[in-house]
């Protein structure tokens, strides 16, 4: 019996787009290797690097040393990026007080954090191995300061695969351009059905979603289904992976187009929602971007990374339209989002983590003859910063580690990106020692050779 070529590509694509997706989604043996405390990831990263001795890691001993250079047996042997030789300690012309039960130390450029404390654990002995913003990006999100590796969100993507049938698994968004590009959310030398998918706000949150002008919903699963049904006899002959990646991502596509509208209408939300994350429908921004982070989780994303900008301040510490300013941007919706992940019940297996790639230097960037520039501002520094956590199997409450008295470097319990990596994919239920890919004869994994899981911040 002789079939019709329009019923062949029908019958040869019947469950092809699912049965795509579900392959290629996750590694070969898509599970948790233990019971996960964590099913989501939402990754805050404040582009540029925040001045933890400004926001979470108070330093009185700087006034101490003010305009005064640095002791020579903490600076020898550091490289940065831009500060001079013998610049003088600055120090936070911040106030700081402790909140909650749990005592936490906040500077007042966070208030509404603040009020959160209890919820947040701090991690103030931060270091990673690189000073500058590309390699810093890169490290903070693949662990290695060069191109060429998987992301975090595409680790997670390819070891766990999806929680949705409509939305991707890996979702970027930005509020403006970060240095390293496309390979902050890249997917390295893994099948590139795993790298993140860049949101844009408005109704068509991917470029070219829409159907073209006269082209029904009904014609377009026809033209999937077709291609799809050649590019699996053409996966068949070559066995090439970037071929299932583009049945994959086509049928992704046409899921969009229902699910991706609906996903970005947050004026569906009600005003009291949006006035907490400060959100406006229609808006670029950071609030925005915070309360379509938790539609994301709650419609099954696996990973958001959510980037701001406008984190380097290599001036303006004390000008209101520096360092206040982005804080003033960030500290609202970041908390909001904190509320309303713990009120839907959404925080006990989502982990938000929010951080720079690196953070900044307790000494003056540049100095004048008169000992300060006329709005001071901070270097880049890898050695002693701090970052945020919440929710997803982390003991909340607590502030972990400690730097010295000039919160140069870590004097208590360092804990390295490795070890932030091994610790969250802990979280995920993920061994980060078995979550491994062969490329070019060696087994790679988003660690590397190095990592563990700080076991002091696991609830």
């Known amino acids: 019996m002789r ?25 070969d043996d898509s599970a948790p290797h233990f019971a996960p405390k964590a099913k989501h990831i939402i990754f805050l990263h404040m582009l540029g690097g925040p001045s933890q001795v400004d926001m979470l890691d108070p330093k009185p001993a700087l006034a101490k040393y003010a305009g005064k250079p640095m002791p020579e047996s903490i600076l020898k042997g550091k490289q940065f990026a831009f500060i001079p030789e013998g610049a003088g300690a600055l120090e936070s012309p911040y106030k700081f007080a402790q909140y909650g039960q749990s005592g936490a130390w906040f500077s007042e450029l966070t208030p509404e954090l603040a009020k ?22 890169l490290f903070l999100h693949t662990g290695f300061g060069r191109l060429g590796r998987p992301t975090f969100g595409s680790w997670v993507s390819y070891g ?9 698994t890996f979702v970027v968004m930005s509020t403006g351009p970060n240095t390293a590009g496309n390979s902050a959310w890249g997917s390295g030398f893994l099948p590139s059905v795993h790298q993140g998918v860049k949101f844009r706000s408005g109704a068509e949150p991917v470029h070219y979603l829409a159907n073209p002008d006269r082209v029904g919903r009904e014609h377009q699963r026809q033209v999937i289904d077709g291609v799809s049904a050649l590019n699996q006899l053409a996966h068949q002959r070559y066995e090439d992976p970037e071929i299932a ?58 990973f958001v990374q ?24 960030m500290d609202q919706p970041t908390a909001a989002l904190i509320d309303d992940l713990k009120q839907r019940g959404l925080l006990d297996d989502t982990l938000v983590i929010w951080t720079g790639e690196f953070g900044r230097t307790p000494m003056v960037q540049a100095i004048s003859p008169t000992g300060f520039m006329q709005d001071p501002g901070r ?22 580690g400690s730097t010295d008295d000039f919160g ?29 890919f062969k490329h070019q004869g060696r087994y790679f994994r988003l660690t590397d050779v190095h990592g563990h899981v700080v076991k002091d911040l696991l609830a």
């Open 3 to 27: 079939m019709h070529r329009r019923a062949f590509l029908r019958a040869g694509t019947a469950g092809l787009g699912s049965i795509a997706l579900q392959s290629l989604l996750g590694a």
């Open 116 to 137: 959160r404390a209890d919820d947040l654990t701090v991690v103030r002995s931060m270091q990673t191995d690189e000073f500058n913003h590309g390699a810093g990006e």
């Open 160 to 168: 766990l695969g999806s929680l949705s049938d409509s939305l991707p």
């Open 245 to 302: 990646t583009r049945i994959a991502q086509y049928e992704m596509a046409f899921r969009l187009q229902s699910s991706g509208p609906e996903l970005m209408e947050i004026e569906s939300e009600p005003q009291h929602v949006l006035d907490a994350y400060g959100a406006k429908p229609g808006a670029s921004s950071y609030a925005n971007m915070c309360l379509l982070a938790r539609r994301m989780v709650e419609r099954g994303v696996r």
């Open 306 to 329: 959510v980037m701001m900008a406008g984190w380097d301040h290599h001036s303006a510490i004390y000008s209101q339209g520096g360092l206040p300013r982005s804080c003033h941007m």
């Open 379 to 400: 270097d880049h520094h890898k050695d002693g910063f701090s970052l945020m956590l919440a929710g997803g199997g982390i003991k909340p409450g607590l502030t972990y």
């Open 408 to 436: 140069f470097q870590p004097s208590e319990n360092p804990v390295h990106v490795h070890d932030l990596h091994a610790t969250a994919l802990h979280l995920l239920g993920v061994d980060h020692t078995k979550l491994t």
